[in-house]
T-cell receptor, first 114, second 113 residues
């Protein structure tokens, strides 16, 4: 049974608009969450993370929101750019995000159209 | 700083053959991880080394998979004998243990025919 779920396989957004990628999790032991971005034929690249003691973390155009009661997190990209087109993976850790294995979702393919 | 390097980038082998994948982590990173992504599915954890010791190998599918990290530097992942369901992209990642996420390599795409 999947512990981290990304229910939207794909998302298409116009350049300049906001992209919202969603992720749900089931394990209440998760205490750290990460978003990775992956281009074809490359490995995932760390994008942004959030600890379970926070509800928001912002880094430039990227903001991650965490709703622990709903076991839901989202990644907001604003404004979206064509170079943001990639597969985005949500991942969770029960080890603080520094060691130990990550549990990944299946990914959401974001297409940003000029 | 060199990133995480994986070799080969692609490998096509026949069922029953042996394949060895190699990962060179970022220099100084004690933590090394192997993950695998089967087509269209999530990236799944295989195992975690801290230096040369296996910290967690709970994700290894079965005893056809053998991972080593002699001397705590590079790591190899051997699949022997390979089966069709072993096909996928094998990613290696490393970290220093700080709270900023892992650095992944580009992966090895393994195809078993």
């Amino acid at each position: 049974d999947q512990q981290v779920k990304q229910n939207s396989p794909s998302l298409s957004v116009q350049e300049g608009r906001i992209s919202i990628l969603n992720c749900d999790y089931t394990n209440s032991m998760f205490d750290y969450f990460l978003w990775y971005k992956k281009y074809p034929a490359e490995g995932p690249t760390f994008l942004i993370s959030i600890s379970s003691i926070k509800d928001k973390n912002e880094d430039g155009r990227f903001t991650v929101f965490l709703n622990k009661s709903a076991k839901h997190l989202s990644l907001h990209i604003v404004p979206s750019q064509p170079g943001d087109s990639a597969v985005y993976f949500c991942a969770a850790s029960a080890h603080g995000g520094s060691q130990g294995n990550l549990i990944f979702g299946k990914g959401t393919k974001l297409s940003v159209k000029p | 700083e060199a990133g995480v390097t994986q070799f080969p980038s692609h490998s096509v082998i026949e069922k029953g053959q042996t394949v060895t994948l190699r990962c060179d982590p970022i220099s100084g990173h004690d933590n090394l991880y192997w993950y695998r992504r089967v087509m269209g599915k999530e990236i799944k954890f295989l195992l975690h080394f801290v230096k040369e010791s296996k910290q967690d190998e709970s994700g290894m599918p079965n005893n056809r998979f053998l991972a080593e990290r002699t001397g705590g530097t590079y790591s190899t992942l051997k699949v022997q004998p390979a089966e069709l369901e072993d096909s996928g992209v094998y990613f290696c990642a490393s970290s220093q243990g700080m709270n900023y996420g892992y650095t992944f390599g580009s992966g090895t795409r393994l195809t078993v025919v």
